[in-house]
T-cell receptor, first 107, second 114 residues
Framework: GIQVEQSPPDLILQEGANSTLRCNFSDSVNNLQWFHQNPWGQLINLFYIPSGTKQNGRLSATTVATERYSLLYISSSQTTDSGVYFCAVGDNNDMRFGAGTRLTVKP | EAEVAQSPRYKITEKSQAVAFWCDPISGHATLYWYRQILGQGPELLVQFQDESVVDDSQLPKDRFSAERLKGVDSTLKIQPAELGDSAMYLC????????????FGAGTRLSVL
């Protein structure tokens, strides 16, 4: 099956800082999503981005499918951005999640 | 805003007992997923439904787990008998299309097996 690696595993930032999270995957995919899991366990879809670039407020994402990686950018981080960020990749019937990046934003 | 509903939110049970989780996807979503998330790891797909049919259950431990979506709407995941290693968060998600696309997750059921 597809292997998914996320880096870094942990990230601690001061409020207002910028960050980049990376997701590498081992095979071609037609589905890639970024999620944020809040401290209560709720997974929120941030981006559906099998290729290209998207932006939503302070967050943006880029997927380079030919090179098998995706990046999630967080600008001007806020304490509410804390949580675990997951990348999920695959095809229609086999989605695999990475181990996540745990982000802590300190005030 | 439409949401994926799951119940119960928390479940504590003893080893060898039976447990059941319920999920009601967003109205009109054809595809429904059950995931298991062990603490500190990413979610792992257990079973995927397209309407009432199972599309993928390759990671479902079929000796003790079962899942159904009889009318192609809500779904039930059952564990019988529960084992200590089943303690985890059980997440349900749904998506609009026949397969794939944006997945919307419920709040999950946190299971503790004692």
């Amino acid at each position: 099956g597809i292997q998914v690696e996320q880096s870094p595993p942990d990230l601690i930032l001061q409020e207002g800082a910028n960050s980049t999270l990376r997701c590498n995957f081992s095979d071609s995919v037609n589905n890639l999503q970024w999620f944020h899991q809040n401290p209560w366990g709720q997974l929120i879809n941030l981006f559906y981005i099998p290729s290209g670039t998207k932006q939503n407020g302070r967050l943006s994402a880029t997927t380079v499918a030919t090179e098998r990686y995706s990046l999630l950018y967080i600008s001007s981080s806020q304490t509410t951005d804390s949580g675990v960020y997951f990348c999920a990749v695959g095809d229609n019937n086999d989605m695999r999640f990475g181990a996540g990046t745990r982000l802590t934003v300190k005030p | 805003e439409a949401e994926v509903a799951q119940s119960p939110r928390y479940k504590i049970t003893e080893k060898s007992q039976a447990v059941a989780f319920w999920c009601d996807p967003i109205s009109g979503h054809a595809t429904l997923y059950w995931y298991r998330q062990i603490l500190g790891q990413g979610p792992e797909l257990l079973v995927q439904f397209q309407d009432e049919s199972v599309v993928d259950d390759s990671q479902l431990p079929k000796d003790r787990f079962s899942a159904e979506r009889l009318k192609g709407v809500d779904s039930t995941l059952k564990i019988q008998p529960a084992e200590l290693g089943d303690s985890a968060m059980y997440l349900c998600a749904s998506s609009l299309g026949p397969a794939g696309g944006i997945q919307y997750f419920g709040a999950g059921t946190r299971l503790s097996v004692l």
